[in-house]
């Protein structure tokens, strides 16, 4: 089920600036997503499931030399489970975005005087919270098995601020793929493309022991860059250097995103006008 607005809850977008139809549009984003747990439940269990395999399949690489120094191995996934779940769970709002074209309320919110970028910046500002809701709860529940930032409260701000901006990076790519087909099953079809994307960099392992032309590939894939910002915050301490590195890498992919999602929106008030 989604959560919908009545025809005079969209007229009243009239009244209010652009930023407050964005937050108001974000509101229904960060709503509608709660209500439906099938969008992100699975954003959830999986990178959950998958790092207890891993770390139990795994858990004797730790002591492979030129493995990072850590305690466990989840510890070493901590940083990769939180940029899973991100990225799974961004997936869903280009869903959403595709759901709106296919019920026909985003012609509802076109016919009415609402800002048009405020209509994708509220589905972006709803993938952001969500991504940070995802790093908190990730965090939380790594401590009680050992698996502790060790950089503290500003090296897990840091991993908040990270999942919010690949949120909206990733959440720009599925909201443009979404505005082009207009069709739920396309995005979802990008599932699989994002899980390649993230198996084919240091994840799972760290890129200095792999060999051949998948370390090649891991070694030049940003999520690998992104990945190892973020793990630097959590298994060495916090380092200011290696943190924007890491956002600045999401943001230049959140930049290039929306610039995209901005031209399929365009595109698509074009063929509805």
Request: hydrophobic letters at 55%; glycine letters at 10%.
């Amino acid at each position: 089920m989604t959560a919908t607005l009545p025809e005079h809850a969209t007229a009243g977008y009239a009244t209010v600036s652009p930023v407050a139809q964005a937050l108001l549009l974000a509101r229904r984003s960060v709503v509608g997503t709660m209500r439906q747990p099938q969008m992100w439940m699975p954003s959830m269990v999986f990178p959950l499931m998958i790092a207890a395999v891993n770390s139990s399949a795994m858990s004797r690489s730790i002591g492979l030399p030129g493995f990072p120094e850590v305690d466990s191995f989840l510890v070493f996934l901590l940083p990769a489970t939180i940029v899973q779940g991100v990225m799974f769970g961004a997936v869903a709002g280009g869903t959403d975005i595709a759901l709106d074209i296919e019920n026909g309320f985003f012609d509802r919110l076109v016919a009415s005087p609402v800002s048009r970028i405020s209509i994708l910046i509220g589905r972006l500002s709803g993938a952001a919270v969500l991504g940070a809701v995802q790093a908190v709860i990730f965090m939380a529940l790594f401590w009680p098995f050992g698996a502790r930032v060790a950089g503290g409260p500003a090296a897990a701000l840091v991993l908040v601020v990270l999942a919010m901006v690949l949120a909206i990076g990733i959440g720009g790519i599925t909201a443009a793929m979404g505005l082009r087909t207009g069709s739920q099953e396309a995005v979802q079809n990008s599932f699989p493309v994002v899980f390649i994307l993230l198996f084919v960099s240091s994840a799972f392992f760290p890129t200095g022991l792999m060999g051949g032309w998948y370390r090649t590939v891991a070694e030049a894939n940003p999520l690998s860059w992104m990945i190892d910002g973020a793990r630097h915050q959590v298994i060495i301490g916090f380092d200011a250097s290696e943190a924007a590195a890491a956002i600045g890498i999401a943001g230049g992919f959140a930049v290039l995103t929306i610039a995209f999602a901005v031209t399929q929106l365009r595109r698509r008030l074009a063929v509805s006008s």
